[in-house]
T-cell receptor
Framework: NAGVTQTPKFRVLKTGQSMTLLCAQD?????MYWYRQDPGMGLRLIHY???????AKGEVPDGYNVSRLKKQNFLLGLESAAPSQTSVYFC??????????????FGPGTRLTVT | AQSVTQLGSHVSVSEGALVLLRCNYS??????LFWYVQYPNQGLQLLLK??????LVKGINGFEAEFKKSETSFHLTKPSAHMSDAAEYFC??????????????FGKGITLSVRP
């Protein structure tokens, strides 16, 4: 199993450009999440999905859109990138697991710089 | 809503010394609690989790954490630090009532440095 994979690993965008980050998991997990990580801020939830075809807003959703057309994929889109979106983006997936803990499994991250 | 507080942003210990990383949570009922570790330029890896089965939880790499309801704490410890333990550590909480939403709330993280 590859677990959770993210594409691309690095990207530099100019202000106003758009891009899509791809997250894929091969563990048949129902739940998937997108976080951003900034120094001193921990991880903040952008959007999440509780199943194929469903998405919901997290803590910091503005400027981002998501889609979950297939169970194994969760896409994060930036329609018009801004320097404030410079960050490291992590995708995660989860399932109920032992004791219904819903522990999350993380991808390796995408480092995005917006100039 | 639940929240997590990790006091301090940086802890430095000598190799072989005790590691203690503090985590306090805010929740009206005992939640699910997690510790994750992040090595440089990598994703997060689960160290251990509390699911109400036992208050003392043992994880990977010799780490353990004790759930103390009276203190609303879930501190992470390791008896003897290794150089390879240098990383960033995150405490996270999930409320038992969130069900299918299963969202985690993370603390801001603590960077652990290990001195030779």
């Amino acid at each position: 199993n590859a677990g959770v994979t993210q594409t691309p690993k690095f990207r530099v965008l100019k202000t106003g450009q758009s891009m899509t980050l791809l997250c894929a998991q091969d563990m048949n997990h129902e739940y998937m999440y997108w976080y951003r990580q900034d120094p001193g801020m921990g991880l903040r939830l952008i959007h999440y999905s509780v199943g194929e075809g469903t998405t919901a807003k997290g803590e910091v959703p503005d400027g981002y859109n998501v889609s979950r057309l297939k169970k194994q994929n969760f896409l994060l889109g930036l329609e018009s990138a801004a320097p404030s979106q410079t960050s490291v983006y992590f995708c995660a997936s989860s399932y109920p697991g032992q004791g219904n803990s819903y522990e999350q499994y993380f991808g390796p991250g995408t480092r995005l710089t917006v100039t | 809503a639940q929240s997590v507080t990790q006091l301090g942003s940086h802890v430095s210990v000598s190799e072989g010394a005790l590691v203690l990383l503090r985590c306090n949570y805010s929740s009206s009922v005992p939640p699910y609690l997690f510790w994750y570790v992040q090595y440089p330029n990598q994703g997060l890896q689960l160290l251990l989790k509390y699911t109400s089965a036992a208050t003392l939880v043992k994880g990977i790499n010799g780490f353990e954490a004790e759930f103390k309801k009276s203190e609303t704490s879930f501190h992470l410890t390791k008896p003897s630090a290794h150089m390879s333990d240098a990383a960033e550590y995150f405490c996270a909480v999930r409320g038992v009532w969130t069900g299918a939403n299963s969202k985690l709330t993370f603390g801001k993280g603590i960077t652990l440095s290990v001195r030779p």
